[in-house]
């Protein structure tokens, strides 16, 4: 390919994909390797042409000695003789364990560091063709989806990668035209790592036995993928728009209602999404993991599920909830609290309590809602405390004559394992009187001789949140 020809593919690709405009202020990774070196000399070909304001950072983990050490030198050297800025990080990673990840994060660390401080507009990679085929096949080897198997995409956040449509082979080829000099990284040639094996052995035994185009295979694969990848993304933010209930940036609420009709594979990309918003990454959600949470929505009543990256899933009658137990407080402001008399209305953590003292009290008043109990007020025994279940609870429920322990009582009301450490516990001075939402106790129970009736309300404000989001969507669906 000639150089004319190659500098016409680079911005013919550049422009199409939107990495870059004229002005742009672009960052690149540059490690002194032949891909890198080749996107700094295309980058600078088309610097006046597009006023680019271009800037490059190495990273020298001193893995390779005196190599490491050269690669340095041949980079500063480059960018003193081309007037490029240039930002260099020294990192020792000897004998650190997961070495390839460490290093990756350093390096996407520091490039992000620079970019923020100088105000650019994106970081350029040199990643091209063949490292396409080898993230493409390295992912199908660890079971990704779709969005996996789109392997690198053009644009990513302000990362660019404007080689996908070269091979290496022709990168070299046009360095070799410009009469270019570059740095190899003998390690490469070494399997130690995953992707080493990928490129010096798995990928040479199939093209050698199977097929022979087979990377090229990878890169068209890549491109199919990447357009559903982008057609369900697209599809699933609407579905996730419809069925958020409540959001924060710890914790979400999804409609099980709206979200049980989904297709799977756009539930997966809905979860997905969510999971993303609560860890800032899309790492480590697979697709067994969607199983995992398929089969626990088969499953009646609540249930719980622990994910990856700290994240929790709890599923009941009306909706998902999904948190990240790393960032999401459940701290409440109350671990307890005392009401020394009778209160119209008072707070207890996110639950709001009415109270009323009233001489006659209707049929239809007896037979409220579960969040509202009447009871005997001369039968209570005032200061009443607020709190939640303690080791050795027990009372005795409505319609029975002996204590029960409150463990066997949530057990034998279904009350799930998740939910028990937030029911509150209503007691009086010398007794549990309501386990809130659930049953009272048949020592305050109105009977024929009761003269003044208590009656308190909880209201749960998150609860209210929930149900009220739930009624918008009902309206505008």
Not at 451 to 466: A, S
């Amino acid at each position: 390919m000639s150089i004319e020809k190659f500098h016409n593919k680079f911005i013919e690709y550049a422009l199409e994909n939107k990495l870059f405009k004229r002005g742009s202020k672009i960052l690149v990774g540059f490690s002194g390797g032949a891909d890198s070196t080749a996107l700094m000399q295309v980058l600078l070909h088309f610097r006046k042409q597009y006023k680019l304001n271009i800037m490059a950072a190495h990273i020298n983990y001193h893995l390779r000695g005196e190599d490491s050490e050269q690669d340095e030198r041949f980079v500063k050297e480059f960018c003193f003789n081309n007037n490029v800025p240039v930002f260099v990080k020294q990192s020792d990673l000897f004998g650190v364990s997961g070495m390839e990840n460490k290093a990756r994060d350093i390096r996407m660390k520091y490039f992000n560091d620079l970019k923020a401080l100088n105000k650019l507009d994106a970081i350029a990679l040199a990643h091209h063709k063949d490292d396409q085929a080898e993230t493409v096949l390295s992912r199908f080897l660890r079971g990704a989806a779709f969005n996996g198997l789109a392997g690198i995409k053009s644009i990513s956040g302000s990362i660019i990668h404007p080689f996908l449509l070269f091979s290496r082979a022709e990168l070299e080829g046009y360095l070799q035209a410009k009469g270019c000099t570059w740095r190899e990284d003998l390690s490469n040639a070494e399997s130690d790592y995953t992707r080493n094996k990928i490129r010096n052995s798995m990928l040479p035994m199939i093209e050698r036995e199977y097929n022979s185009n087979f990377k090229e295979k990878l890169n068209e694969y890549s491109i199919i993928f990447c357009e559903a990848d982008k057609y369900f993304q697209s599809e699933s933010n609407k579905l996730y728009k419809r069925s958020a209930l409540l959001e924060s940036e710890t914790e979400i609420y999804l409609d099980l209602d709206k979200f049980l009709p989904i297709n799977p594979i756009l539930q997966f990309y809905v979860l997905k999404i969510a999971w993303e918003k609560l860890i800032q990454s899309s790492k480590d959600f697979y697709y067994y993991h969607f199983k995992e949470v398929q089969n626990l929505l088969n499953l009646d009543g609540g249930k719980e599920l622990s994910l990856p990256a700290n994240i929790i899933l709890q599923k009941d009658y009306y909706s998902i909830r999904l948190y990240n137990k790393l960032t999401f407080s459940d701290k409440n402001e109350y671990d307890s609290r005392e009401i020394s008399s009778l209160r119209t209305v008072f707070v207890f953590n996110d639950k709001r309590i009415q109270m009323q003292k009233v001489k006659t009290i209707s049929e239809h008043d007896l037979k409220k809602e579960n969040n509202c109990v009447v009871m005997d007020f001369d039968k209570v025994q005032f200061p009443l405390t607020l709190r939640y279940r303690q080791a050795g609870d027990r009372f005795i429920p409505f319609g029975m004559t002996g204590f029960k322990k409150l463990k066997d009582f949530f057990i034998d009301e279904k009350v799930e394992k998740f939910q028990r450490d937030k029911v509150v516990i209503f007691c009086d001075a010398e007794k549990i009187i309501w386990v809130a939402e659930h049953r009272i106790d048949q020592r305050v129970a109105v009977d024929s001789e009761t003269k003044w009736h208590l009656v308190l309300t909880i209201d749960n404000l998150k609860e209210n949140k929930l149900t009220i989001a739930r009624k918008t969507q009902k309206k505008d669906k």
